[in-house]
């Protein structure tokens, strides 16, 4: 697999980061005490708060859960969901679906 990342990724991963650590400021915690709150390695927390993208899917959703921030961050994809383009199906009524493999790879 490539180191390949896309830019616009890493401006939002970026930009998300700037948000969790205004959040954090402006509750007045300390990284050390947020991480600990929440059962995530310190190093984690800097990461999400430099848009690093190798960081824990799970820690990353604690960390914007607990700030408040999942609604600001993800706020088109409730838009979306209340549209009418995007339908929420029951995962347990899902059918499984065989995708043709594409031409000329192995």
């Known amino acids: 697999m490539t180191e390949f990342f896309p830019i616009e990724c890493s401006d939002n991963l970026h930009?998300?980061?700037l948000l969790v650590k205004s959040r954090r400021l402006q509750t007045k915690q300390r990284q050390k005490d947020l991480a600990r709150a929440l059962g995530v390695s310190e190093r984690s927390l800097r990461k999400i708060e430099s848009g690093d993208p190798s960081v824990?899917?799970?820690?990353?959703?604690?960390?914007?859960?607990?700030l408040g921030l999942t609604g600001e961050v993800f706020r088109s994809l409730e838009q979306l969901a209340s549209s009418s383009q995007f339908q929420v199906h029951d995962p347990r009524a899902a059918v499984r679906v065989r995708l043709p493999k594409p031409k000329g790879e192995f």
Not at 61 to 66: A, E, S, T, Y
């Open 56 to 66: 824990e899917l799970r820690s990353f959703m604690l960390v914007l859960w607990h």
């Open 15 to 17: 930009a998300i980061g």
